[in-house]
C-alpha cells in the first residue's frame, strides 16, 4: 500500500490537478521467457506476433492456450532472419518484419511463413528505412535521420516521409525535431545527447501522422489530405536530470543489446567482457557521455496509437518509477494518464488490449495483455 501511495503521487505530480492516473484491468499473463521483446503484432485471430530481438526469434503467441510457436528460423538465408526487430500489418493479412541483422525486410504471410525479403537499404539514399507504420496501401512510413536529409533547415531536424516500394517513391511529410548531436566529438560514445528535447510520431492505416512536439508538449495531426492541426499544450513538471537518471541509462543500454552477454550473441558483434559492465565501467563511461540537464516532458520511446485512434505517450518520469503515460484523442486533448507497476513497458497497443513487458532483477521479460482502458 505504500508503494502504490508513492506511484499515485508522483502520477498526480506529473499529470497536473484533475487527471489522476489510472492502472488498467488483468492482465492475461504469457507464461514464456523473453530477453528482450522489440517487436508486436496482434492477429486477426488473438494471437500475437513476437520478436526477440538477443534471443534471435520470432514467434506466434496464443494467451489462451499460452503457447508460444517459433516460425523461420536464425540465419542469412532468403527465409531467416537475425536480430528480428519491428512487426508492422501489412495488407492481406500479413506482416512485414524488420530483420536488422541481415539488413532487410521479411514479409511473413498469413499462413505464419516468411514468403520473401528484400534489403531496407535504398540504393543512393546513404541511410536504411526503419519503418515505424504502413499503411493500407502498403506504403512505408520512416524518419530519413538528420545526417543524411538535407531538405529541412537546422541542424537538429529531420524528416517524417512515407516510401512506395512499388516505383521506389519516397516523400517527405513532416519536419521534426531530432536530438540534439553531442559537442564533444572527439571523445568516444552515443553520438546526440542524452535527454535532449525532440518530438516524437507515429501514423495509422488511413495515412494519418500524429507528432507529439516538445515545443510546449502539444499533438499535431497531419491528415492524409494534408491539412495540419494543433491541440493545446499539455502541462507538465519539468524534471532535472539525475546522477542516478545517467547512470540507468549506460546500464541499460550495456545490458540491452546484442553484446550485453545474455543470448547467443550469433549477430556476431560478440560477447561484452564482465568488467566493461561493471559499476566503475558503467560510472567511467557516465562522466563521457553528454546529457541535457533537464529532461524532456516524454520519452524517445513510442509513441503508440490505437486502432481507437487514441495517442499513447511515455512520460519522463525519475528512475525506478512507474512508468506513466499519456493518452490524447484525435483532437490533442489529453484523457485520463495510466501507470503501470514498476518493472514493465508498453510494447504495443491493439484491439484486444495493450500489451506489457514485465521485467525482473535478472532482466528477463514475460509478456502481459491488460485490458484497454476507457475513456
Do not use: C
Not at 531496407?120 to 519503418?131: C, D, L, M, W
Not at 512515407?162 to 568516444?188: C, F, H, M, Q, Y
Not at 510494447?347 to 475513456?375: N, S
Amino acid at each position: 500500500m505504500a508503494f502504490h501511495g508513492v506511484v499515485l503521487a508522483l502520477a498526480l505530480i506529473q499529470t497536473g490537478p484533475g487527471l489522476a492516473a489510472i492502472r488498467p484491468s488483468g492482465p492475461d499473463v504469457l507464461p514464456h521467457q523473453f530477453s528482450l521483446i522489440r517487436g508486436l503484432r496482434e492477429l486477426p485471430d488473438g494471437r500475437v506476433l513476437v520478436s526477440d530481438w538477443i534471443e534471435e526469434v520470432v514467434a506466434v503467441a496464443d494467451f489462451r492456450s499460452a503457447t508460444v510457436h517459433p516460425l523461420g528460423r536464425k540465419g542469412s538465408g532468403p527465409l531467416e532472419y537475425r536480430l528480428p526487430g519491428t512487426l508492422l500489418p501489412l495488407p492481406g493479412d500479413s506482416t512485414l518484419l524488420l530483420d536488422e541483422g541481415n539488413g532487410r525486410f521479411a514479409v511473413i504471410g498469413p499462413d505464419l511463413r516468411i514468403a520473401r525479403s528484400w534489403s531496407n537499404n535504398r540504393p543512393g539514399a546513404g541511410h536504411s528505412i526503419y519503418p515505424r507504420a504502413v499503411d493500407r496501401q502498403g506504403r512505408i512510413y520512416f524518419t530519413i535521420p538528420r545526417w543524411a536529409d538535407r531538405t529541412p533547415p537546422g541542424g537538429d531536424s529531420a524528416s517524417v516521409a512515407r516510401w512506395t516500394p512499388e516505383g521506389d517513391r519516397v516523400e517527405r511529410l513532416v519536419t521534426i525535431l531530432g536530438s540534439a548531436p553531442r559537442k564533444n566529438s572527439r571523445v568516444p560514445g552515443h553520438p546526440n545527447i542524452m535527454f535532449s528535447p525532440q518530438d516524437g510520431w507515429q501514423a495509422d492505416a488511413d495515412g494519418r501522422i500524429a507528432v507529439v512536439r516538445s515545443d510546449r508538449y502539444r499533438i499535431e495531426s497531419r491528415a492524409p489530405d494534408g491539412r495540419v492541426t494543433s491541440g493545446p499544450a499539455t502541462p507538465h513538471t519539468p524534471l532535472r536530470t539525475t546522477r542516478r537518471d545517467r547512470t540507468d541509462f549506460v546500464a541499460r543500454f550495456l545490458n540491452s543489446s546484442a553484446i550485453s552477454g545474455r543470448g547467443e550473441g550469433a549477430s556476431g558483434l560478440g560477447q561484452l567482457p564482465a568488467a566493461m559492465k561493471s559499476r566503475e565501467a558503467i560510472e567511467r563511461m557516465v562522466e563521457t557521455q553528454e546529457f541535457a540537464p533537464v529532461r524532456p516532458a516524454f520519452t524517445d520511446r513510442g509513441p503508440w496509437l490505437g486502432p481507437d485512434g487514441v495517442l499513447w505517450v511515455e512520460r519522463s518520469v525519475p528512475s525506478g518509477a512507474a512508468a506513466l503515460y499519456d493518452r490524447f484523442d484525435r483532437n490533442g486533448v489529453r484523457r485520463a494518464p495510466l501507470t503501470l507497476t514498476a518493472g514493465r513497458r508498453l510494447i504495443a497497443v491493439g484491439a484486444r488490449g495493450i500489451y506489457v513487458a514485465a521485467v525482473d532483477a535478472d532482466g528477463i521479460e514475460t509478456l502481459e495483455r491488460y485490458a484497454v482502458p476507457r475513456p
